[in-house]
């Protein structure tokens, strides 16, 4: 079945960065496009940015341009998302999920993600 | 502060209905289609609107969407116990050239 599987639970100290794993299974990884989306402990949903997995063109969200990479391996059907400089507001879970008609259809189980000294 | 306007809450007993508005602007969802998302505790989002009123397959038919200019509503119909969950519209905004979510609306079964 169509699925996203994510990679596992991190621990970063401030400052630090952390690259996580989207794996697309069931579709065609270039066929969509991704979006990247975390949730901070007890709060709402915030985009954070997207990549085209056939071009690796993307967009970020103003607030963490200059802190976020995008990119896409269409060999392993893989996308990845990098931030750096974290500080303890990066504690959240981190969700990618698969972009349908301007709305997203299948979503990664997330990755938490710790920010802590 | 979230750029699409969600009450926090809403409750209802089982078999009641319950509608969540989402309330936003001509740059986002008076320009763009939007969507609704089920969050379950514990769990990622799960799509359940999408193009302002069309349901996913699997997604049972007490759900349903609409849209009039700036503002959006979701109605659960029929309320059972494990439609408590968080609720969240997200749309496309032109000017932010990004997607905003609402803050969620936590719906409580009584």
């Known amino acids: 079945q169509v699925q996203l599987v994510q990679s596992g639970a991190e621990v970063k100290k401030p400052g630090a960065s952390v690259k996580l794993s989207c794996t697309a299974s069931?579709?065609?990884?270039?066929?969509?496009?991704l979006y990247w989306v975390r949730q901070a402990p007890g709060q709402g949903l915030e985009w954070m940015g997207m990549?085209?997995?056939?071009?690796?063109?993307?967009i970020f969200a103003q607030k963490f341009q200059g802190r976020v990479t995008m990119t896409s391996d269409p060999s392993t059907s893989t996308v990845y998302m990098e931030l750096s400089s974290l500080r303890s507001e990066d504690t959240a879970v981190y969700f990618c999920?698969?972009?349908?008609?301007?709305?997203?259809?299948?979503w990664g189980q997330g990755t938490m993600v710790t920010v802590s000294s | 502060q979230s750029v699409l306007t969600q009450p926090p809450s809403m409750s209802a007993a089982p078999g009641q209905r319950v509608t969540i508005s989402c309330s936003g602007s001509?740059?986002?969802?008076?320009?763009?289609?939007l969507s609704w998302y089920q969050q379950l505790p514990g769990a990622a989002p799960k799509l359940l609107i999408y193009?302002?009123?069309k349901r996913p397959s699997g997604i049972p038919d007490r759900f349903s969407g609409s849209k009039s200019g700036t503002s959006a509503t979701l109605d659960i119909s029929g309320l059972q116990t494990g439609d408590e969950a968080d609720y969240y519209c997200?749309?496309?905004?032109?000017?932010?050239?990004?997607?905003?979510f609402g803050g969620g609306t936590r719906v409580s079964v009584l």
């Open positions: 999920a698969r972009v349908f008609s301007s709305s997203l259809d299948v």
């Open positions: 069931g579709y065609t990884l270039t066929s969509y496009d």
């Open positions: 990549i085209v997995p056939s071009a690796g063109g993307t």
């Open positions: 001509s740059s986002n969802i008076g320009s763009n289609f």
């Open positions: 193009d302002n009123f």
């Open positions: 997200g749309v496309w905004d032109n000017s932010l050239r990004g997607v905003v």
